[in-house]
């Protein structure tokens, strides 16, 4: 059963369409990623599913509940992790979540229990009865996410949850949110890594200036606009125009990336033998949602998109 339905939404900054015509269903359950690079408009996207900013046209559906006519309903069932920090600086680490609990309605000693428990799984504990301004960067993260399930909603709505995070905190994180779907939560995931999205999303919508370019599981996104495998020729100033006319003349599919041709789904074999004759440099590795996103755009996750 679809849990989240949005049905041509737009939203336009000035002369900017940010989100242009976008309708997706979240099955309940499932963890529903959205992949892009900055200006994407992922989050002008979730800021609308969040009822924090309204659509310019378009209608989103949460559980069968209409957004417009009933935000306060919607709201009682998500867990936000925005992806700007908004901590209470004037509350300790333990009051910045039992009394984001209070806004829900949860009783003094719920909250209590559940935020220790919260800090405890995100290795914060410690830090308690600490202030906001005694936290790392990478504990304010950690602390946003536990905010976000106090209230342990039936859907999560995270907005680049791991941004700046070491690997290993980010591993924890992953390892979190594993947990959460086990226990049934739906979430909707927004983020530019291609590794988290492969990792911990059941299907990924592919983002890119406010449309969504193509959606299903990562594996079948990897299967369908690249192929298991890419083979990667390093190329200098001095041989790229050769590398590239070889392949061109054998028909063969590949991307051009600056100091790199990639070769989609093609193996070692299948080379011409005058390219494998010559010193090339060739890696051959399993394809990635990153191919995926090149592919579709001629451009990299990591590449700006303001305009
Ligand atoms: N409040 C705003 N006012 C004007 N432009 C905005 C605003 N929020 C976002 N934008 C623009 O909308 C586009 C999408 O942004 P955003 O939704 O934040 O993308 P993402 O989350 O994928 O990085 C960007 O070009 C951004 O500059
Ligand atoms: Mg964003």
């Not at 900054?13 to 994407?40: M, Q, R, T």
């Not at 309903?73 to 901590?87: E, H, R, S, Y």
Request: charged share 25%.
């Amino acid at each position: 059963m679809a849990i989240i339905v949005t049905s041509n939404l737009s939203k336009k900054f000035k002369d900017l369409l940010a989100v242009d015509n976008v309708s997706l269903e979240v099955e309940e359950g499932e963890c529903f990623g959205l992949l892009g690079p900055n200006g994407a408009g992922k989050t002008s996207l979730i800021r609308m599913i969040t009822a924090v900013s309204p659509p310019l046209s378009g209608d989103i559906g949460v559980a069968g509940i209409d957004l417009r006519s009933h935000p306060r309903q919607v709201k009682a069932m998500l867990g936000i992790v925005p992806q700007i920090d908004n901590l209470d600086e004037d509350l300790t680490v333990l009051q910045n979540l039992t009394t984001f609990a209070r806004y829900f309605g949860i009783p003094k000693a719920v909250a209590h229990t559940r935020g220790c428990e919260l800090l405890r799984l995100l290795r914060l504990e410690e830090k308690s009865s600490g202030r906001i301004k005694e936290l790392s960067g990478g504990m304010r993260r950690l602390l946003l996410i536990a905010r976000g399930l106090v209230n342990q909603p039936r859907i999560a709505i995270l907005d680049e949850p791991t941004v700046g995070l070491d690997p290993q905190t980010r591993h924890l994180v992953w390892q979190q949110l594993t947990e959460l779907k086990a226990q049934g939560v739906t979430q909707l995931l927004c983020t530019q890594n291609m590794e988290e999205a492969a990792v911990l999303c059941d299907r990924v919508a592919v983002m890119h200036r406010g449309r969504i370019l193509s959606l299903d599981s990562p594996q079948a996104l990897i299967a369908r606009h690249v192929g298991e495998t890419v083979l990667e020729v390093a190329v200098t100033s001095a041989n790229r125009e050769r590398v590239v006319r070889e392949l061109t003349t054998h028909g063969i599919d590949f991307l051009d990336v600056g100091n790199t041709v990639k070769v989609l789904g093609v193996n070692r074999e299948q080379l011409p033998a005058t390219l494998l004759g010559t010193a090339e440099e060739l890696r051959l590795r399993p394809a990635t949602l990153e191919d995926v996103f090149f592919r579709l755009t001629g451009k990299t996750l990591e590449g700006e998109e303001e305009e």
